[in-house]
């Protein structure tokens, strides 16, 4: 600025375009921003006007509000809802422990250079290209009691054949081992991408403190790990959380005939596409999202708490 | 570059005003209908399910793309996943859809109700050439909607025992015509052929209800009693749900499958592993036909054995054919109904082996002629016997089948079913109550 003009000089196109100088950060993103937010903010909105009503059968046709009815009647719901955020959580936690410790392991592995990286590095990703669906349909088939290879494999050792997913006590163990197959190459990843970026100097240290393999990784590397760590947990752990496709493609609707692997996910959509009840199923998303968001939350605190 | 330079800014706005002019133009304009009568040109969009029917139609469809210069384009799904397109497109009120395959007893009352379909009643009455009369009575009420006709039956069906021929003789058994004689029959031939299953039938909790209906009825009992009220607590259901859950359980070595539809049970069969399963005649083509079946030729056709009230198995349409309310297509639309159901259309598919809904079409010795002769018996038998539903007929019959299918799955894996009949009879009683409103 070469001189100084008093606001009074300046005319009304040119303070705007001084304040659009200033902010265009925002306003080239803004149309961008507010489509995305669009996007997220009006369904979300209408699920949640949904749910306090009683539509049911067909959203073209009149309904009312029914207040927290759809709530209360969720919450007390012993048969279908608590059974089904209790299977959300176990399974979730259970393919997401495996995923951990053996997504740690393969970035271990795969830390230092060696000959032929490359080619591993493909195929440990392989996994992750297939489509969910597709993969639980071919497990699906693996899986069969009858005529699946995996009955197959285990009569040449020996083995009698399993249930697998036919069994209801064992189609969410089965499933669960299906995801941690599928997803351990990405938490990998990102445990893989965490390792590369830290600095030898820790590691130096502590061995020349003459510590041992495990202790370096446990007092040394996990420590370091701490952020990326809870990144991967976050990223993975709120998929999982939502997962689906493989549950669908295998047991159908309803999660099974005994409801086995019905997860919240599954029951919400069955609420939605079989039973046409779009005030519950809406009720049951709402309370699905704010869980989530609970989990997000404790996260968080987890990831500020120590880094102060 | 000086961010306060003249060119900077004209390029700025003149790129902003041509990605929005980009954009509006990107939002696709809907299809205008040609105008009445005339369809040339008109893209007629069908949806369709996996089936015999389907299979057949798109054989002859390019007869009729030449005969009226429109062109039809198909979307073909399994039944779930139509089932769920509809809920869908439905739902948001689509205009997508012009005409579609659609199950009257899942159904009807639902999308009629929603106004989903269009009101066809003047359509099929308007034409006395295409003639409504000849659809069989029973089909016909199936679609009609509070004296509103919405819908055409294209095929019926009814329970149909399949067996094999080859096992049957080698047991040295004759085919069996009480359902006692099928508990033998079966126990029988799995005595002889360990990895054989002597009955396979549908095990999905859904999936199963429909064809319990034929053992339902064959005992004497029903869905819903003459006040409306549950009718699966009787004495004559619980019979019913233990000899199917018995039936399937006790006659093979193999494990049982808790999900199986109808291709999952025929593959049992098709593969030779299965002795008998009584299900739709509709789909007998899955069994016949070599490319899917390695015991094509030694496949039996009998009607549906009798029970202590006798035989009798369902006789219902199965698919029918509607014109979606919110189509700006509607005439093109009944003029693709009215070639695909004629009566010479349904001559044709019937050669072809489509069980359709025409009388005319089961009278006519010629269209007939390439059914195996077994079954043209068995379908004239089933006909006179059977029973015009084969599910609930509720308006959310997902949830009434998940009810009332709960106490097979208890059966078929030998659980208590008078406990899971009696927890089911009461859960139908609160639906009933309920789905009336």
């Known amino acids: ?308 | 570059m000086k961010y306060g330079s003249n060119t900077v800014r004209v390029l700025a706005a003149a790129s902003i005003a041509a990605v929005a002019a980009g954009l509006a133009g990107c939002s696709s304009s809907p299809e205008s209908g040609a105008g009445d009568g005339d369809i040339e040109g008109t893209t007629i969009r069908v949806t369709l399910a996996n089936h015999v029917w389907t299979e057949t139609i798109k054989e002859l469809i390019p007869e009729f793309e030449k005969e009226t210069g429109a062109k039809v384009e198909i979307s073909q799904l399994a039944e779930d996943q139509l089932s769920d397109q509809y809920n869908v497109k439905l739902n948001a009120g689509t205009d997508e859809i012009d005409v579609l395959m659609y199950r009257p007893l899942q159904e009807n009352k639902l999308f009629a109700s929603n106004g989903y379909l269009a009101d066809m009643t003047d359509m099929v009455e308007g034409d006395k050439k295409w003639d409504w009369s000849d659809f069989q009575s029973g089909p016909a009420s199936l679609t009609t909607y509070e004296d509103e006709v919405v819908g055409v039956p294209i095929i019926t069906e009814r329970t149909v025992l399949y067996y094999r021929k080859d096992l049957l003789e080698e047991a040295g058994l004759e085919v069996p015509t009480t359902l006692e004689e099928l508990d033998a029959a079966a126990a029988a031939i799995h005595a002889q052929h360990p990895d054989v299953a002597g009955y396979i039938g549908r095990t999905g909790k859904s999936a199963a209800v429909t064809q319990l209906s034929a053992f339902l009825y064959s005992f004497g009992g029903d869905w819903i009693d003459d006040d409306g009220k549950s009718a699966i607590g009787s004495d004559e259901a619980r019979s019913a749900y233990k000899y199917y859950g018995d039936l399937i359980r006790n006659h093979t070595s193999a494990t049982i499958n808790p999900e199986m539809s109808w291709p999952e049970a025929f593959a049992v069969f098709q593969q030779g592993k299965a002795a008998f399963i009584a299900d739709a005649d509709s789909l007998y083509k899955n069994m016949t036909d070599p490319t899917q079946s390695t015991v094509s030729d030694q496949v039996g056709f009998a009607p549906f054995p009798q029970g202590a009230a006798g035989s009798k198995p369902y006789n219902v349409a199965a698919w029918a054919l509607a014109i979606n309310e919110t189509s700006e297509k509607k005439d093109a639309a009944w003029q693709f109904i009215k070639w695909a159901t004629s009566a010479e259309q349904t001559v044709a598919m019937t050669k072809l082996g489509v069980t359709g809904a025409r009388t005319s079409a089961w009278e006519d010795g010629d269209a007939i002629a390439d059914f195996p002769a077994e079954l043209v018996e068995a379908i004239k038998v089933n006909g006179e016997n059977g029973v015009g539903h084969d599910r609930p007929l509720v308006f959310q019959v997902s949830q009434a089948r998940e009810i009332v299918g709960d106490p097979i799955v208890t059966a078929i894996a030998g659980g208590d079913v008078d406990a899971a009949v009696d927890s089911a009879d009461k859960a139908f009683d609160a639906f009933l109550a309920e789905d009336s409103e």
């Open chain 1, 1 to 308: 600025m070469t001189s100084l003009q008093t606001p009074d000089d300046v005319g009304a196109a040119e303070r705007f375009s001084r304040w659009a100088d200033r902010n265009r950060k925002w306003l080239f993103a803004g149309p961008s921003i507010a489509f995305t937010a669009l996007l997220l903010a009006i369904p979300l909105g209408w699920t949640l006007y949904l749910s306090f009503t009683d539509a049911k059968r067909s959203v073209r046709r009149d309904f009312d509000f029914n207040g927290l009815e759809n709530y209360l009647g969720v919450l007390t719901d012993t048969e279908r809802f608590w059974p089904s955020v209790w299977r959300t959580f176990a399974f979730t936690a259970g393919a997401l422990t495996f995923e951990l410790i053996l997504g740690m392991i393969i970035a271990l592995l795969l830390w230092k250079p060696f000959r032929g990286q490359g080619v591993v590095r493909t195929i440990v990703l392989l996994p992750l290209v297939a489509t969910p669906v597709a993969v639980g349909m071919m497990w699906r088939l693996l899986f069969e009691p009858n005529i699946g290879f995996i009955n197959e494999m285990l009569s040449w050792v020996g083995i009698p054949p399993q249930p697998w997913l036919a069994d209801p006590s064992t189609s969410l163990a089965t499933l669960t081992f299906v995801d941690i197959w599928q997803w351990t190459p990405m938490v990998a990843l990102i445990l893989l991408a965490g390792l590369t970026s830290l600095s030898d100097e820790p590691q130096e240290a502590a061995r020349v403190d003459g510590a041992n393999g495990w202790q370096r990784f446990w007092y040394v590397t996990v420590p370091l790990m701490r952020p990326v760590i809870i990144a991967a947990v976050l990223l993975r752990g709120i998929d999982a959380l939502k997962t689906f496709d493989i549950l669908y493609a295998t047991k159908g609707k309803g999660g099974g005939a005994f409801h086995d692997v019905e997860t919240l996910n599954v029951y919400a959509y069955g609420l939605s596409f079989d039973y046409n009840e779009y005030g519950v199923a809406s009720a049951v998303l709402i309370l699905f999202f704010l869980i989530i968001l609970a989990v997000i939350w404790v996260l968080q605190m987890q990831r500020k708490g120590r880094e102060s």
